[in-house]
């Protein structure tokens, strides 16, 4: 018998533990109110700055769930609760609007569509990519990076077309594991976002380019129909355009709404 | 008969609650896709490719494992010596790493610009986004979970029967072949159906380390990823096969070997 006391205390000592958890969290109307974000991977940094601000100003806990704007759009669609959603595209925001799932899109920013190498490789052009045996990393087609490299590469001739696509090895699932490849020195090339080569702070290098290949990229938001803090989650699709969000977002290297 | 006390009562309701929730997800899959569906999903380009390429990787890796794996658990089994407790401990290592982790740590040891990248280059290896490298991280991360129950089987066999093949003149690396391992035989067998499972589902050391390329590098677990997104029927059937496959796998190791073989641990 004498052995079960310290078990029992053990857990009397973890229901009480529970309950304090409880009644900080359940408090209401004084603690702050949570706030679900879904955000294309290509925020993270900058999101995450403005955070806590938006959660001062609005007294409000931020959740930012970070992912490739299509997994994100597949959560929604799955029912998932979210009180934001900003997507690294247009057309997925609007395919989501017109499913009844998502309130108007917001055209927030822009991105610029670029070539990254590694700061040292001799890689500095279109034509270097399309030579043979250029390990070229991009998006898989199912993610708006890969998409937009394919509608890029499109308008390229078609020979030069044809020899880039010959070339890539890998269709990875997120901009984050194109960067990761390259900054391995795995993979030559790819195609990312200029802020995504910002944020590798100089490992990589974004080679612009040609305006005929139409590297400017919209970026939308809204608020899921379903949110359970539909005015906090308008706030927050509001501060991207306008406050500390807007500001990170520029400071990260995202142009303002078209 | 007595009535089944109400400790056996708890007993059962906590059974019914893990059964419920480890079945539940599972037979959803199947309830979510009609076998027409199925069956039309994998006749879609690239489906049989990863399929194909699955099967190939992992009994590559298996057959690695088992050729290498064997003898060193052999030995971590049969001899003592300084520091095994630690040897022991450092092969157990990937069985608790996060895949991620994983991924990371062959980048940086066997990738292009890790410790021994320029080696590997050097030797005409290529790894990364190569079947190759598949095959290193399936290897990576399913091996420990033979050699740890394939020491486990060795060491439970009676000393005495290697002894007596020894004292009829049987070498000890005969005595291994002839006696050890068919005695060992059902550990090692569920020590393999472990493994084989483990790599049939690796995804996120593959991805990292081998990138994501049809019929190269993207097995079913990354094509079920490429299609959650865009295509969620596509991507439930391959869950589907990959359930189908992994359950085949685990029926045969039992039918063939006696349910002792996964039921309990050995000893």
Redesign the interface.
């Known amino acids: 018998m004498k052995r079960a006391l310290p078990l029992a205390a053990a857990v009397v000592l973890l229901a009480s533990g529970c309950a304090d958890d409880e009644a900080e969290g359940g408090d209401g109307s004084a603690g702050p109110t949570r706030l679900v974000v879904s955000a294309a991977s290509s925020m993270t940094e900058a999101l995450q700055t403005c955070a806590p601000e938006f959660e001062r100003a609005e007294n409000a806990d931020v959740r930012l769930s970070f992912a490739g704007s299509d997994e994100l759009a597949a959560q929604i669609r799955q029912g998932a609760r979210v009180d934001a959603y900003a997507a690294a595209n247009t057309s997925l925001p609007e395919e989501l609007n017109g499913e009844g799932l998502l309130s108007e899109p917001v055209e927030f920013a822009t991105n610029e569509f670029v070539l990254a190498a590694p700061a040292d490789s001799e890689i500095d052009s279109v034509e270097d990519v399309a030579e043979a045996g250029t390990k070229v990393v991009v998006g898989s087609e199912s993610v708006p990076i890969g998409s937009y490299t394919r509608e890029s590469l499109a308008r390229l001739p078609p020979a030069q077309e044809e020899a880039i696509l010959a070339n890539v090895v890998s269709n990875e699932p997120d901009v984050k594991g194109i960067v990761g490849k390259l900054t391995q020195g795995a993979g030559d090339a790819g195609f990312v976002y200029v802020t995504d080569v910002n944020a590798t702070g100089g490992d990589l290098k974004a080679i612009d380019l040609p305006e005929t290949l139409a590297p400017q990229v919209a970026y939308a938001a809204g608020v899921p129909t379903e949110a359970r803090e539909p005015e906090l989650g308008q706030a927050f699709v509001e501060g991207l355009t306008n406050g500390p969000c807007a500001d990170a977002l520029a400071e990260a290297g995202f142009g303002g709404a078209p | 008969m007595r009535r089944p006390g109400g400790f056996t009562v708890l007993l059962a309701l906590c059974l019914a609650i893990t059964l419920t929730f480890l079945t539940l997800p599972i037979v959803a899959i199947f309830l979510d896709s009609s076998p027409a569906d199925l069956i039309r999903s994998l006749g879609e380009p690239g489906a049989l490719d990863a399929l194909w390429l699955s099967l190939r990787t992992t009994g590559i890796s298996i057959a690695i494992i088992l050729l290498v794996g064997t003898p060193a658990a052999y030995l971590l089994a049969t001899r003592s010596f300084r520091g095994k407790a630690f040897v022991v401990t450092l092969i157990e290592l990937p069985l608790v790493l996060p895949p991620a982790v994983a991924g990371i740590a062959l ?1 940086a040891a066997v ?3 890790g410790i021994l ?1 320029g080696t590997v280059e050097s030797a005409g290896l290529e790894l ?2 190569a079947t190759a490298g598949v095959v290193v991280a399936l290897t990576f991360v399913a091996s420990p979970f033979y050699v740890r129950q394939a020491m486990a089987a060795f060491a439970s066999v009676d000393r005495v029967l290697l002894d007596a093949s020894r004292t009829l003149g049987a070498s000890e690396s005969r005595g291994f072949l002839r006696v050890m391992i068919p005695v060992a035989l059902p550990g090692l067998v569920a020590g393999t159906a472990l493994a084989l499972g483990r790599a049939l589902g690796e995804f996120g050391a593959t ?2 380390f081998a ?4 019929g ?3 097995t079913v677990p990354l094509a079920i ?8 029927d596509a991507a439930l059937a391959l869950s589907a096969v990959l359930v189908a496959v992994s359950a085949a796998i685990l029926l045969s190791v039992k039918l063939v070997h006696g349910s002792e073989v996964l039921g309990g641990a050995p000893r």
């Open positions: 980048l990738g292009p610009s990248g990364t986004f991805l990292m990138g994501s390329f049809e190269i590098t993207q990823y490429d299609r959650f997104s865009t295509e969620f």
